[in-house]
C-alpha cells in the first residue's frame, strides 16, 4: 500500500516554540504539498516542493518554512508558533503529470496554547 | 481567481436516503473538477473525476456531472449508506495551474 505518514496525529506547542511537522511518503514522488485545513475555509495550501531543494509559496505562506532535503520527506517549520496557527496540517504527495492522484497523510492536529 | 463554493454543512440523513451536495466553480476555461473525501481519523482520498464538459465521473455509487454551462460539479448518490459518513471536498485543478483549489467541505452523517 502506498503511504504518506505525517509523525504526530496531535501535537501540542506554546506560543514562540520552533515546530517540526514532518511528512515521509513511500512512493518516490516528486511532488509534495502541505496545507491546512480549517472549519468553514477548506483547505489551503501553504507549500510545496516539485523537487528536493526546490520550493514554492502557496497562498498562506506566511509564518512557515519549510525543508526537503530527501526525496521522500517534506518538513513543515514554523519558527515561531502563534495560536492562530493552530489548525489541521495535512501532507500530500504526487507524481509529475498526475496531479489527480493526490495521496493525503492523514493530518496532524496542531494546538498552539 | 480560480475558487470553489460548495453548498455549507453539516448534512444529517437517514440511510437510503438521496443526497446531493452542490457545488460551483470558477475558473478560465476547462479546469478538471474533482471530488474527495475524507473518513473520519483519515486524510483525503479521491473519490471521482471529471477532466472536460458532460463528462460524468462516478464510484462507490456516487456521481457527479461537469457542467459547463452551469459551472457545477454536483456530487450525488441515489442511496446513501451509515459507512458513506464522512467529509466531502469539490475541488478544481485549473487546466494551465499548478495547484489544486478545495472548496470548504461538507460533512455528512448518516443515521441509520
Known amino acids: 500500500d502506498v503511504k504518506v505518514t505525517q509523525s504526530s496525529r496531535y501535537l501540542v506547542k506554546r506560543t514562540g516554540e520552533k515546530v517540526f511537522l514532518e511528512c515521509v511518503q513511500d512512493?518516490?514522488?516528486?511532488?509534495m504539498f502541505w496545507y491546512r485545513q480549517d472549519p468553514g475555509l477548506g483547505l489551503r495550501l501553504i507549500y510545496f516542493?516539485?523537487?528536493?531543494?526546490?520550493?514554492e509559496k502557496g497562498d498562506i505562506p506566511e509564518g512557515y518554512s519549510v525543508s526537503r532535503e530527501k526525496k521522500e520527506r517534506f518538513s513543515l517549520i514554523l519558527e515561531s508558533a502563534s495560536t492562530n496557527q493552530t489548525s489541521m496540517y495535512l501532507c500530500?504527495?504526487?507524481?509529475?503529470?498526475?496531479?489527480?492522484?493526490?495521496?493525503f497523510g492523514s493530518g496532524t492536529q496542531l494546538s498552539v496554547l | 481567481g480560480d475558487s470553489v463554493t460548495q453548498m455549507e454543512g453539516p448534512v444529517t440523513l437517514s440511510e437510503e436516503a438521496f443526497l446531493t451536495i452542490n457545488c460551483t466553480y470558477t475558473?478560465?476555461?476547462?479546469?478538471?473538477l474533482f471530488w474527495y473525501v475524507q473518513y473520519p481519523g483519515e486524510g483525503l482520498q479521491l473519490l471521482l473525476k471529471?477532466?472536460?464538459?458532460?463528462d460524468k465521473g462516478s464510484n462507490k455509487g456516487f456521481e457527479a456531472t461537469y457542467r459547463k454551462e452551469t459551472t457545477s460539479f454536483h456530487l450525488e448518490k441515489g442511496s446513501v449508506q451509515v459507512s458513506d459518513s464522512a467529509v466531502y471536498f469539490c475541488?478544481?485543478?485549473?487546466?494551465?495551474?499548478?495547484?489544486?483549489?478545495f472548496g470548504t467541505g461538507t460533512s455528512l452523517t448518516v443515521i441509520p
Open positions: 500530500a504527495s504526487s507524481r509529475p503529470g498526475q496531479y489527480e492522484k493526490l495521496f
Open positions: 512512493m518516490d514522488h516528486e511532488n
Open positions: 516542493s516539485y523537487d528536493v531543494k526546490m520550493k
Open positions: 475558473a478560465t476555461g476547462y479546469p478538471s
Open positions: 471529471a477532466t472536460k464538459a458532460d
Open positions: 475541488a478544481l485543478f485549473p487546466n494551465t495551474g499548478n495547484q489544486f483549489y
